[in-house]
């Protein structure tokens, strides 16, 4: 029995250590993370396999993403330059829902987002990119205070600039 229990314990403890461990950011934190931070109801979600050539090793590789349209509620940070926005995050990386609102807490990435150590460090046009990491949510699990603070933070560049 002893045997068993401690074999459980290893397991456990072998894939809390490989699997993605974020906490959840100070909202000061989260908002000064993020390019663009929206509230938006999302309309579309797209898998998008590529090939992508990977001059480090010298081959291509298959890289899979999401891409999410959003139709924008309250941009909170960042400017408007349309209606609809498209994120992109890591194949099964965070699961929205059409038809569901969220909080997206966004930024500019120049690089692929994945997992795949051998097309890690690519280069590619730069765009918007959301994770797991990134404080985003539903938007019916957002708490009021923190939108009043996002809003607050916010004013508060906008005033400064």
């Given at each position: 029995m002893k045997g068993i229990i401690l074999s459980v314990i290893i397991v456990f403890s072998m894939s809390n250590a490989f699997a993605c461990n974020c906490e959840e950011l100070?909202?000061?934190?989260?908002?000064n993370?993020?390019?663009?931070i929206f509230t938006g109801k999302l309309i579309d979600k797209q898998i998008k396999i590529t090939d992508v050539e990977a001059p480090k090793i010298k081959s291509v590789q298959k890289y899979t993403r999401i891409i999410f349209t959003f139709e924008v509620i309250?941009?909170?940070?960042?400017?408007?330059?349309?209606?609809?926005?498209?994120?992109?995050?890591?194949f099964n990386d965070i699961n929205f829902r059409i038809g569901e609102e969220y909080?997206?807490?966004?930024?500019?990435?120049?690089?692929?987002l994945t997992s795949n150590f051998y097309i890690n460090g690519e280069k590619v046009k730069p765009f918007l990119a959301t994770d797991f990491c990134?404080?985003?949510?539903?938007?019916?699990?957002?708490?009021?205070?923190?939108?009043?603070?996002?809003?607050k933070i916010a004013r508060k560049h906008k005033n400064a600039a």
């Open positions: 100070k909202i000061t934190e989260a908002y993370n993020s390019d663009f309250e941009i909170i940070k960042g400017r408007k330059h349309t209606s609809i926005v498209k994120i992109s995050s890591k909080l997206i807490y966004s930024y500019f990435s120049e690089y692929l990134t404080n985003t949510k539903k938007l019916s699990f957002v708490n009021k205070k923190e939108l009043k603070k996002l809003r």
